[in-house]
């Protein structure tokens, strides 16, 4: 071969591969907004991801065991998320608000952690956070899947009615506009 055509054969070569770049980098896919899920109700008993959310015992910030079950009965409010994830960072202290605005009147607020309790405890301090968190580790992941989050996301929030019913579930950060008009809906 001469190296005319070695060198055309080096050039289409050079301009397929930008091209494959561009294209490539052009079609990245964006990130995707925030999924909300209304969940139909059954008209029955309770979600299964509820009552085996009720019948778990999670370490509260001071290590001790607290059944969930307390929270059965009455609308529930459960994020699941983690000091390392950035939107939940974000959105914990106007969910604290939005928890110590009711006080527990027609709704309660929980946090299960993904994370160490040691980083728990500190965030939660540091930044005033006041309804009840629980330590879930790796095992709340799983909760959080039983509840529909199949990649295990954070931040993840479960809407649940006094019937044990999944009203709503949430991935990624909470829009609590929304939020407050699916709580008024209970």
Same mark, same amino acid.
């Given at each position: 071969?001469?190296?005319?055509?070695?060198?055309?054969?080096?050039?289409?070569?050079?301009?397929?591969?930008?091209?494959?770049?561009?294209?490539?980098?052009?079609?990245?896919?964006?990130?995707?907004?925030?999924?909300?899920?209304?969940?139909?109700?059954?008209?029955?008993?309770?979600?299964?991801?509820?009552?085996?959310?009720?019948? %778990? +015992? *999670?370490?509260?910030?001071? #290590? $001790? /065991? %607290? +059944? *969930?079950?307390?929270?059965? #009965? $009455? /609308?529930?409010?459960?994020?699941?998320?983690?000091?390392?994830?950035?939107?939940?960072?974000?959105?914990?202290?106007?969910?604290?608000?939005?928890?110590?605005?009711?006080?527990?009147?027609?709704?309660?607020?929980?946090?299960?952690?993904?994370?160490?309790?040691?980083?728990?405890?500190?965030?939660?301090?540091?930044?005033?956070?006041?309804?009840?968190?629980?330590?879930?580790?790796?095992?709340?992941?799983?909760?959080?899947?039983?509840?529909?989050?199949?990649?295990?996301?954070?931040?993840?929030?479960?809407?649940?009615?006094?019937?044990?019913?999944?009203?709503?579930?949430?991935?990624?950060?909470?829009?609590?506009?929304?939020?407050?008009?699916?709580?008024?809906?209970?």
């Amino acid at each position: 071969m001469n190296k005319k055509k070695l060198a055309a054969l080096a050039a289409v070569a050079v301009v397929f591969g930008a091209l494959g770049a561009f294209l490539g980098y052009k079609t990245q896919p964006q990130p995707a907004a925030p999924v909300t899920t209304a969940v139909a109700p059954t008209g029955g008993p309770a979600h299964t991801a509820s009552t085996n959310l009720y019948a %778990q +015992s *999670l370490n509260d910030l001071d #290590g $001790k /065991p %607290q +059944s *969930l079950e307390k929270w059965k #009965g $009455k /609308p529930l409010l459960v994020n699941f998320w983690a000091t390392w994830c950035g939107p939940c960072v974000q959105e914990m202290p106007e969910l604290s608000a939005l928890a110590n605005e009711e006080n527990g009147k027609r709704y309660n607020v929980i946090g299960i952690g993904i994370d160490a309790p040691s980083a728990m405890s500190e965030f939660a301090a540091k930044h005033a956070i006041r309804y009840p968190l629980y330590v879930g580790g790796m095992g709340g992941t799983e909760l959080s899947r039983g509840f529909g989050n199949a990649q295990g996301g954070l931040p993840f929030t479960v809407l649940i009615g006094a019937d044990g019913q999944v009203k709503k579930t949430y991935l990624g950060k909470l829009k609590f506009d929304e939020l407050k008009a699916d709580l008024a809906a209970l």
